[in-house]
Every structure is written in C-alpha cells, then in structure tokens.
C-alpha cells in the first residue's frame, strides 16, 4: 500500500467514523458499536501500513517502541515518527504538512457534521 493511498483511507474512515457519530439512527445501537470498533481497528491497520510503506521509502527502520507508539498513540507519535525519519534539512516542512492534513481532515469532519445537521433540519 503506498502512502498517499494509506492517507485516503485514514481519511475515508474519519468521514465514516463521523458520521456515525452525527446519525447514530443510521444502525441500532448495537450495530453502531460494533461498526466504531471496526472503524478504530481498521484505523489502526492504515497507520501500520502507512508507517511501513513511509520507512520503505525513506529507508528507516523505526523501533519496535516506536512501531507501536505510532499505532496506538498516533496523534501524538507521527510527528514525531516524522521527524525522526527525515533528513534534517525536512524535518520542519514535514512537520508544517502533518499539520496541514490534520486541519484538514478535521475540516472535513466538521464540514461533514455541519452538512448532515442542515440536511436533517431541513
């Protein structure tokens, strides 16, 4: 899997995660369950295969500690997974795009919770 399509995915399961946050009448409640927990374990398989495909590229073997910190504690370990993997001359723009796609996707949620909210108003 190549990094950019790890990156779609991530972003395709925080709209789904989203939405069913917005309309749980969407499935029972028990469904509604169980679907968040597929959502946050499929979140967790594209991290992995994101981390794996951007250490291939970049020629870096991160530690086991830090393979597991990047799944489990992702928002807080990928800025710092990325600045360890890059060459000191990239780390700072790395950094500034890690944040731009975090603005972003958290744009889309909300662009989605508004959108869902005025639908159902209507």
């Not at 795009?97 to 996707?105: D, E, H, K, N």
Request: hydrophobic share 55%.
């Amino acid at each position: 899997m190549s990094t950019r399509i790890a990156i779609l995915a991530l972003g395709t399961l925080l709209a789904l995660n989203g939405l069913l946050v917005v309309e749980p009448a969407l499935l029972s409640a028990h469904w509604t369950k169980l679907a968040t927990w597929c959502i946050a374990i499929a979140w967790m398989v594209c991290i992995y295969l994101w981390q794996r495909a951007d250490a291939r590229r970049n020629r870096f073997v991160p530690s086991v500690l830090l393979s597991g910190a990047v799944i489990l504690f992702s928002p807080f370990a990928v800025p710092y997974y990325l600045y360890k993997s890059r060459p000191t001359n990239r780390r700072r723009m790395v950094l500034v795009r890690y944040v731009g796609l975090a603005f972003l996707l958290l744009s889309v949620s909300i662009g989605l919770t508004v959108a869902v909210e005025t639908l159902r108003g209507v």
